[in-house]
């Protein structure tokens, strides 16, 4: 792939700005990056559900132009997303073949001849699967092979998997890993996506890093550590400067204490004794790489989910397993990351949007007062430089001003502490600039801050104390001081370290020093 | 069995059920690509309407059916087009289909005949009545199941092919894959919208077959001929479990209760209408049962 550019015009990100990316035939090559990076975006182009806006694809020597899966498939190439694409309630021969089924007579499903080639194709890549299980009967492992064996039933020769671990125990990222391998032996060339810097060297010969939509390096496998592709991903500098001024902390006004989330049927925790206390005049930074723990803290922390174990208390009182409702009116208020279902109702308009947890105040003799409703939302669209009409369904507006509605929304209530969430994910510059204004003058006004983030820029920038979460836990908790550098906190966000009470030492003696 | 009543009964069952089976194994395919076609009513009567008019005009029996199914089926074909491509709610399109398809029966039959009532055309072909030649020794199968018009057995046929149809052949995996995850479709390189719309066609199509039956039957149209059969056949889907021989059993229950309600008329003081009416009680009790059931299966 050459100079691929992509850019999402409804969010304005730039996806991908001229990557490039050479995989070598029969090669196991990972593609690595942060959230956001650019990978899936490059690696959907190739297989045609997005189309770049410039660059070429080059298969085998040959310029080749790819508009739909169908086309991908007609040359060899299959991808495994994400999300599986499976019907439960069909077989795992029945998953493989729909589409291609195999006939007899022209018109009848050859159920016998459909059950052979793929029990073949199990036997011959040594998948262990039962071929006539429903799907849904299967464990996540096993939907991942079987979304493995609905490629090699098309031929496919280049193989192209999505972050295929993230659901995946230690025991089948083994299995998997070792089918890949045979893979290779069997001459198919494999592209992994992922953020696991163990899984690079584990199975890989080669790696590409992306970053912010751009490569930055290309290695042998054998050439490289873990720690550089960390500092590669990650990057030195912090790309991000926001003024913040000194200022003492208060008392505490919100603290979670030992949270655990279990869910059924997991053996391990989704937050494992999870411990945070934010203050007055005070921003919380929790960073990580998504599927470590971060959207669950965000659905706890705002009474979304229920903890399994632990206590959260909101100025010394408990709220642990509050309802939402309960919380707002607390003075609690929730900025959510998933800001077009979560965060408003897209049908409803802009005035509806803004008035949906504070009706009550408008009500005159059991009826809205429109008025009031209007001189409140005039303020705010004002105070927040909304571009967009009142009475406009909000989901015409642009992810900008839509996160201003929801802010303006939640701002506009007296609250001392408020949970961001992801808040300026997609946005553009802009709009993240006045996003970050408003959550640095809460602070000063003295309301204390959870912002959870996988934007680790965003993060250093903001917090004056900085959490990481690594599967499930806090491995990182730490006053924000220059010693605490983004590759040492990318080095925990990846796992490549666990060492919590060092980097407190290395803290407390920076801090005698100074 | 003993009753003198019973064969006559069980003889015209097989002949009512017919209309309830056509239209519910149409809905079957529309049911299972994931939409609830609540326009088989409407559909019906459009059949019922143009294949005894185009009957009356041609003279010929084949040529009326074929071009009374085919009108069914381009209504089913705008119905479609407007719910999918159009993006429109499909249970408003059903809606207006059911809806526009009284209304633009009885504005025909008033501009063509001047008359928005019972409608009798004298030179209906009587259709073909068969005897099926294996069981005509067999006394009681013989008085039931035989000597039907061959829309009653055509529809036993449909019931087979789209057995065949959907467990047995490549559109029929795909129909049901579109009805149980359509953006899992999408991901195969399928269209699920294309499937969606070959499945209104064929419950256009039996639909027509079904509400031809009514109308060739009486060699007359009659407003609201159909008189809620749509309806009956969506709900015998669902007591069917979705599976055509589920539907037949269901069809057989509901064209049992009306045909035993058509003698008991005749025999007893309950007031007529009261008797009429029992088809769709009996309609409603099952579906308040079958939900009860289905409720008590899930939470088990």
Redesign the interface.
Known sequence: MREITKYYVESGVLANDRVSLEVKDNEIHALIGENGAGKSTLMKILYGLERADSGKILFRGKQVSIT???DA?ALGIGMV?QHF??????TVT?NV???I?P?KRR???D?GRARREVSAIAKKFSLNIDCSAPVGDLSVGQMQIVEIM?LLYRKASFLILDEPTSVLTRQEIDNLFGILKSFKKQGKTIVLITHKLDEVSEISERVTVLRHGKRVAVRDTSDTNPSELSRLMIGREVALHVERPELARGKPVYRLESITLREKGRNVPLLDRVTIEVHQHEIVGVAGVSGNGLSELEDVASGLRKVTEGHIFHNEEEITNLTSIELREMGLAYVPADRLFRGSSLQSSVTENMIICNHHYFIKRGILNGKKISQFVRELTEKYSIMGEPDVPIGTLSGGNIQKVILARELSSDTDFIIFAEPTWGLDVSSSEFVYRKIIELRSEGAGILLISSNLDEVMALSDTIVVMYKGRVVMYSENKPSLTKELIGEYMLGLRDDFREVQSVKDSRGVQS | MHSPYSIPVLHNTIRIMTPFLFAAIGGLFTELAGMLNIALEGLMLIGAFFSVIFTAFTGNLFLGLTLGILSSVLVALIFGWISLYLKANIFITGLATNLLAPGLTTVLAFQIFGNKGVIRFENIPNLTHITIPIIRRIPLLNDILSGHNFLVYLSWLTVIIAA?VIY???F???LR?TG??P???E????KPRRIQLAAILISGFTCGLGGSMLSLEMGAFVPNLTAGRGWIALVAIYLGSKRPLGIVIASFVFALTESISNYVQGITSVPADFILATPYMVTLLAMIGWSVWQYYRAKE
Do not use: D, H, V
């Open positions: 739909s899966p169908r498939n997303q694409r499976l019907i439960p309630q069909y029945e073949i729909l589409g089924e006939t018109i009848l499903l159920k609905k | 065949i047995e052949t490549p029929g995996l795909r894959a149980l995850n953006r899992a479709i991901s195969y390189g399928l």
